[in-house]
């Protein structure tokens, strides 16, 4: 669709999706106090809460990277859109029906092709579900019949069939507008002798959704023997799907997994499915890879790494499963959470064990978990003959650099006196070694570790989120402002930032005052400017609801607008609801010290002077003197009376 969007649509869409709605979708948010809401950043890999939105204002920011913006910016930071891109998106959850005219809101953009993906994504997958009824999908009815899915599971989780025919689909995707370039780009097709020819063919179809529910790729079951392919055939690597950042069921298990505090994983579509209708709503399972670092970063920001919260690894009994639990161990230590193992019985996996054993079955088996790091220790010193010295002694040379990389001191010192029985070691003096041993090999790996952390903190992205700590009265300030570097800790660099603070957030307190202060009594240079950018929006303007939009508007650069951005977000100084006083009280002390520095430059050419021989007329300047003291001295007095 050629033109740009209308400015008047732009600003309904903005209108019409809150902000903490949006943000909602991808992370848990909590009350940070004052209105505000806080979550574990989506933007860099964070322990302790740094990010914060405001609904009130529509406006998020992390204090920990630096990044914020509006619902608009929040949607095309994180799914990498273009400004049209994000707009199209939230109208179209909204209902809002676009207007495209040329000379409009944002020049050069044109409507971007994620959209497009997505849309055609949309739609085969409402495609793959209508074909799941036809007569040549019974070989796929039966295949979920056989496993105890009826026809309302399939329908839950949108599961359908693709034809077995060269180019159902495309010819389909054709009809309804879209190009060949798309069809390839999407992964829905691939090239053929003739022209795009249907990627999938004869197969049964899982619809693989982002967190926020859009179908970005397709699970695909061979279901006939004459198929030449893999048993499960996924998406290629596309602009929408990449298979380490995706997590098969988290649209559906992500509000559940944030109210319950704990995530299931486990390892296919039918196994997710299993789950869900027994009852264990928040499983979920990767899509033909590992669980990885990527995973591990969207289930944090659901669960935000409070310490009861739990991730369960299931797997099956066999050889494999128990290779695989040992590779999450690995991943183990970047959770927070406490990370168990549920082995299902039998070599069965969740979908087996419900038909064998019914819903309780599948209940059952996360009751039975066993941490993981038990289950390490276990299964390493398994390996080894232990009825002779030489092996145990090399089951403790396995098993000490397991215990040593738990980070939890208690927990390690518990873990290394059960490793020493589990080995057969009979005497206190013996297991009194096994910890010494143990914590001595935690130390160097805490010193290896503390290195690279400082060389993650202080490379080219700056200092991570992990090295700041928000103190008792302010969150943390940014280690690496992208404007001039600050003193923060300065008594009058505070109280400027606090009196903009209440010019962005709470302009009813310091209209009409505020506006009558010059740029120059703002010390910090990015203060000046932010400053400057009010002055340009057209001043203070309370009860207006485009002010703020309005101010970061008119901020001259990105470094400014993202400024604006954390002093409108940023909690006030004051733990109660400020009044005209406190305001008073930041608007006296801002005029107080520029007075006070006026007044030295005034005192101090006058001493040059002086010192010069007097050739100077220094009446002006002694006159502007007494004014400025009287001033002062009125300011001190009557405080903001005397404004």
């Not at 990885?292 to 099956?316: C, P, Q, Y």
């Not at 096994?434 to 952390?453: D, N």
Request: net charge neutral.
């Amino acid at each position: 669709m050629a033109g740009r969007i209308n400015d008047d649509d732009v600003k309904a869409v903005r209108d019409a999706v809150p902000i903490d709605a949006v943000v909602s979708e991808y992370l848990q948010l909590r009350s940070a106090g004052g209105g505000n809401l806080k979550g574990l950043c989506p933007f860099h890999d964070e322990k302790s809460p740094s990010f914060q939105v405001s609904p009130s204002k529509g406006l998020f920011y992390c204090f920990g990277c630096q990044e914020g913006g509006d619902t608009l910016d929040f949607v095309m930071k994180l799914d990498h859109l273009s400004f049209s891109e994000a707009v199209e998106r939230l109208a179209s959850q909204a209902g809002i029906t676009l207007r495209y005219e040329e000379g409009g809101y944002n020049p050069g953009r044109q409507q971007g092709e994620r959209i497009r993906l997505v849309e055609a994504h949309k739609v085969a997958a409402q495609f793959y579900v209508e074909q799941l009824d036809g007569a040549e999908a019974e070989i796929g009815r039966k295949f979920l019949a056989q496993r105890g899915f009826d026809q309302a599971a399939a329908q839950h989780f949108g599961v359908g069939y693709s034809p077995a025919g060269w180019d159902h689909l495309v010819r389909f995707l054709r009809g309804r507008g879209f190009t060949d370039k798309e069809l390839i780009l999407s992964g829905l097709a691939q090239d053929g002798r003739r022209g795009p020819i249907d990627r999938f063919r004869g197969r049964l179809m899982w619809p693989i959704r982002d967190i926020t529910g859009e179908v970005v790729g397709f699970g695909a079951r061979k279901l006939r023997e004459d198929d030449n392919g893999p048993k499960y055939l996924n998406t290629p690597e596309t602009p929408l799907y990449r298979k380490s950042q995706v997590l098969y069921g988290i649209d559906l298990a992500k509000k559940d997994i944030a109210k319950s505090s704990r995530a299931v994983v486990v390892e296919g579509y039918t196994d997710v499915m299993a789950c869900h209708l027994a009852g264990v709503t928040t499983a979920i399972a990767t899509c033909g890879t590992s669980f990885g670092g990527d995973h591990i970063k969207i289930l944090r920001r659901l669960l935000m790494d409070n310490s009861g919260a739990e991730v369960v690894f299931t797997f099956d009994g066999d050889a494999a499963g128990q290779k695989a639990a040992l590779r999450a161990f690995e991943d183990d230590q970047k959770f927070a959470a406490e990370t168990s193992i549920a082995i299902t019985p039998g070599g069965m996996d969740p979908c087996d064990l419900r038909l064998a054993e019914g819903d309780e079955a599948v209940q059952g088996l996360v009751d039975t978990r066993t941490p993981l790091f038990a289950f390490a220790l276990r299964s390493i010193v398994s390996r080894y003959n232990l009825d002779s010295g030489e092996g145990q002694v090399a089951a403790l040379d396995a098993g000490v650099p397991v215990v040593a990389r738990i980070k939890d001191r208690s927990l390690r010192d518990r873990y290394a006196t059960r490793l020493g029985g589990m080995v057969g070691l009979a005497s206190q003096a013996e297991e009194e070694a096994v910890r010494r041993r143990v914590h001595a090999l935690a130390r160097s790996f805490e010193r290896g570790g503390g290195r690279e952390q400082q060389a993650a903190r202080t490379g080219p992205g700056g200092r991570g989120g992990a090295a700041r700590r928000a103190d008792a009265a302010a969150p943390a300030q940014p280690a690496a402002p992208r404007g001039p570097r600050l003193d923060l800790r300065s008594p009058a660099h505070r109280v400027e930032r606090e009196l903009l603070k209440l010019a962005l957030q709470r302009p009813e307190l310091v209209s009409p005052v505020f506006d009558a202060y010059g740029e120059d009594e703002f010390t910090a240079p990015p203060y000046a400017a932010v400053r400057s950018a009010v002055t340009a929006a057209g001043g203070t303007a309370p009860g207006d609801p485009e002010y703020l939009a309005r101010v970061r508007e008119a901020a001259p650069d990105d470094t400014v607008r993202t400024l604006i951005t954390e002093l409108a977000v940023e909690p006030l100084l004051v733990r109660r609801d400020p009044d005209e006083m406190y305001a008073g009280m930041q608007l006296v002390a801002v005029r107080l010290a520029a007075v006070d520095r006026r007044i030295g430059e005034i005192q101090g050419a006058m001493r040059r002077s002086e010192a010069g021989g007097g050739g100077t007329d220094s009446a002006p300047l002694q006159q502007e003197l007494w004014v400025l003291e009287q001033y002062r001295q009125n300011l001190r007095a009557r405080g903001a009376e005397a404004l």
